[in-house]
């Protein structure tokens, strides 16, 4: 009887519920496949005992709930695969109007690109997808025509009979590498701390992040190549976040080795509250002097569309001293905010690390925002032009007082 009720089973689930599924569940199917098996199991065994009956209403509940399953799973795979199918055709249809589209798009883009909450938001990921590929076949372009600028340089050489110097060039390399190597090492023990806040990523787009992610690369090289490295700390870092995906995106197989400390806890936990100082544009407080043992935070952030206040509300909430860089002390400041790139501070800091000159670490900040640098603070420049503008103002009103009195001298004579 069981081995009955098995089969017949088998054979309502190969018959019935694909035909349920392609046309919607009908009542009318669980009459008919009670009959079903009703009619099949007399047929069977007409010697059963009246006690070995069958539990149709517990069956029907069995064969309802494996339906609905099946149903419910083909519906979402049937939604997904035709959404997905919906978007490459309308990034097919934006490709032949002549709109921003990139050639090629993985499923994770478009993924990202269905989730945009509006038309607009999705041109704009377009568009920064469509740059990022342009970029990447300029950079390909670029590889291509230098290594066929150095095939034909060695096929030169080797026409003319000039040593081959590419072996030097390789163990230089090689050694540099080795020493880079050995100053971050010595820097994870005896270096300055230098901290970037990595709890920024709520507060950017993707591609914030990304271009973040960049910058904290130049940053990484720039002072891995320095004579007096950093300690480069990244706290309050998650290992299922996107700051984690770029930077795997990047570095590959070289980010399990990089000489520095990746943490996911506060940077108050880490180190004493009062050796924190955290950098930030918006802190009323201008830095003077680079304090050695003092730990400095960079808040691992592109603002583009410059939301002051975030940094420094962040340091204010965990109790925390901020500093300023005195750019208007030694810069005549254009218009325009004063943040910085993060590869840009890191040039500053490592150049005011090793020789505490605010004129040389001033000099990495971009020329379009400054006019120059001056030799006199600003504040007492602008004590001097006012005390001229006043001097002028007062010869002015001598002025226009005896023009006054020559014309009333005039006009009484006249009388």
Known sequence: MQSANVLLKKIVRSSVLPFAAQHGMKKDL???????????????????NPSEKLDLDAWKKVMRSGL????????????????????REVLEMWRLAGRSVPESISEEQLKTFMECPSKSAKKKYLKYLHLKELHKKNDKRKMDEKRERRLEAEEQASKTDEPKRNSFICLWANCMDRTYGWRAAQSMIFGQPLVFDMSYEKDMSVREVADTVRQIVLSEGCNRRSVDPFHIHFCNFKGD????????????????????????????DVFPKHKLIYLTADSPKV??????????????????????????ARAKRLGLETAALPLEKYLLWNTGGKNLTLDQMMHILLTLKDTGDWKKALEFVPKRKYC????????????????????????????????????????????
Not at 72 to 87: C, D, M, P, Q, Y
Request: net charge positive; hydrophobic share 30%; charged share 25%.
């Open 287 to 312: 830095m003077k002097t680079f304090d050695h043992n003092k730990i400095y935070i960079v808040g691992s952030m592109v603002d583009r569309s410059i939301k002051t206040g975030v940094s420094l």
């Open 68 to 87: 609905q399953d099946e149903v419910s799973g083909t519906v979402s795979e049937h939604k997904e695969l035709s959404s997905s199918a919906a978007a």
């Open 372 to 415: 120059g640098f001056v030799s006199k603070p600003v504040h007492e420049l602008k004590k001097t032009l006012n005390l001229i503008n006043t001097l002028k103002l007062g010869k002015r009103q001598e002025e226009v007082r005896k023009q006054f009195a020559k014309n009333y001298s005039k006009k009484l004579t006249q009388k």
């Open 30 to 48: 669980f009459p008919l496949s009670r009959t079903l098996s009703l009619s099949f199991c007399l047929k069977q065994d007409n010697s059963c």
């Open 241 to 268: 976040s996107l700051y984690h995906k770029e930077f795997i995106k990047h570095y590959r197989e070289a980010w399990g080795k990089l000489l520095i400390t990746v943490t996911d806890q506060c940077y108050t």
